[in-house]
């Protein structure tokens, strides 16, 4: 199903909506409606009353999809929660529903490439482990000992499963030999935990996976049983379309710097803030029309690429430290780094602290959109930034997914991957969903500043050209 570019809908947040509690809605509830009826059953069930709401559901993952209900039910009726948040938590869970399709009919594998990848994944890491004297893939004490007497700090946690994994810190544009190869190695281990994971789990030729839309913390989508987002980056031709469809992937462009740009204003000060302003409309225009990361590269010193002062902004941006992130890329290169944001974009330091200050005060986090986000525990505020960004560039995303839905039929829905979707559509059809696709990721967040979208087709398997 294709629609036209009038049918492709958003929900477009603004700065003027957001400041005063209201916003639109590509859906038929109106936030008047919302803010009368706050009871979220009620709410779905008047605007989809054929169709069961994700709590209601008996799907093989009505087990995760329950707890990130429940988790969404939680913020939306807190203590003092508004009809916008009810609203956006609704929403989400709506998000979620519109992959029900894809995890009933899960994911075609290409048995051949899967059976090659496996054997060639094995050799790779018993060479290494030959080569080392230790098996770097698994996470245990073993490689954390391994990493710090090598320098790197790292860490032996639980993931979200209860599993052990290793928690490092290494810079990937790192030169230290030793640090490269473990990386390469972490890499095959993840690759071949969800090649082996696939191979046990097959039915019928294809992988059913857990998708959890609303998972993280952020709100960020989750997969496991098998994780397969894990195959991105070099295995993607195991998983194939169906025999005459094509995968199409977009990824949203510089997402968390265009939020970040959306969010400044609305953390503007009532009055006497006009330097304040300006310089959020300063950072809005160069995130807009040039590259903000290339700018900061180029003040910071010779030795500074765009990855590099990428990699740092986002770090700095989520909580790391100066200390952690100089051991990582030096720190001296962590200083000039940091410099050249306070000269470039003295805005930034100023939301970051405000963000802090509310999140210390008790105030409710929101994304843009006016999702209640958890507060930071163990009083780590500094988390509270990461929070409203990337709560926020997960919501953006999530109008894409919605948009894209109404655009090419939920059916098209393929696979979610951070900031990129991938849909599946008839072979015949991939000049028009590229075109949809353009519009679907074309989401005004107000103010000048847009999040847009770079569609590029990719042929039958996952895999980039």
Request: charged residues 25%; glycine residues 8%.
């Amino acid at each position: 199903m294709l629609s036209t570019a009038a049918g492709v809908l958003a929900r477009n947040p603004s700065a003027e909506a957001l400041a005063s509690g209201g916003t639109t809605y590509a859906t038929s509830t109106t936030p008047d409606t919302a803010r009368n009826v706050l009871d979220l059953n009620v709410i779905w069930r008047g605007r989809n009353p054929a169709i069961p709401a994700p709590w209601e559901t008996t799907e093989r993952t009505t087990k995760s999809i329950a707890a990130g209900v429940d988790k969404l039910l939680s913020q939306a009726r807190g203590q003092n929660a508004d009809a916008r948040s009810a609203q956006a938590a609704l929403t989400v869970a709506e998000e979620d529903v519109l992959w029900r399709g894809r995890r009933s009919k899960g994911w075609l594998v290409n048995r051949n490439s899967a059976l090659e990848a496996r054997q060639e994944l094995r050799g790779l890491l018993e060479g290494a482990t030959q080569e080392i004297g230790l098996d770097l893939s698994r996470h245990n004490n073993a490689t954390v000992r391994w990493l710090r007497e090598r320098g790197a700090a790292s860490d032996l946690k639980l993931d979200w499963s209860g599993a052990p994994k290793v928690a490092v810190d290494i810079d990937r544009s790192t030169e230290d030999p030793q640090l490269q190869r473990y990386l390469q190695i972490r890499e095959w281990g993840s690759e071949l935990t969800a090649v082996n994971t696939i191979a046990k789990s097959m039915a019928g030729g294809r992988v059913f996976a857990t998708l959890d839309i609303n998972r993280a913390v952020t709100g960020r989508a989750l997969m496991s049983r098998p994780n397969l987002n894990a195959l991105k980056k070099s295995r993607g031709e195991l998983l194939i379309a169906e025999p005459g469809n094509v995968l199409i992937s977009t990824d949203m462009k510089n997402a968390e710097l265009r939020v970040l740009a959306a969010l400044l204003p609305l953390y503007a000060r009532p009055h006497g803030d006009s330097d304040y302003l300006a310089s959020a409309e300063a950072f809005a225009q160069a995130v807009m029309e040039t590259d903000p990361y290339v700018h900061i590269a180029d003040h910071a010193g010779s030795d500074v690429d765009r990855k590099v002062a990428k990699m740092a902004f986002l770090a700095r941006t989520y909580g790391q430290g100066a200390p952690a992130l100089g051991g990582q890329i030096g720190s001296a290169r962590a200083s000039r780094i940091g410099q050249a944001i306070r000269t470039l974009y003295p805005v930034l330091p100023k939301f970051f602290d405000r963000v802090m200050a509310r999140a210390r005060s008790g105030a409710p986090l929101t994304t843009l959109w006016g999702r209640r986000l958890p507060a930071p525990d163990d009083g780590k505020y500094y988390k509270a930034v990461n929070y409203v960004v990337q709560g926020s560039a997960r919501d953006a995303f999530g109008v894409a997914m919605r948009n894209t839905s109404q655009a090419l039929g939920s059916e098209s829905l393929w696979l979610p991957a951070h900031d990129e979707i991938i849909v599946e559509v008839p072979a015949a059809s991939g000049a028009d969903a590229l075109g949809a696709m353009h519009l679907a990721f074309d989401i005004d967040l107000g103010r000048g500043v847009r999040v847009l979208g770079e569609p590029e087709l990719l042929g039958r398997s996952w895999s980039k050209q």
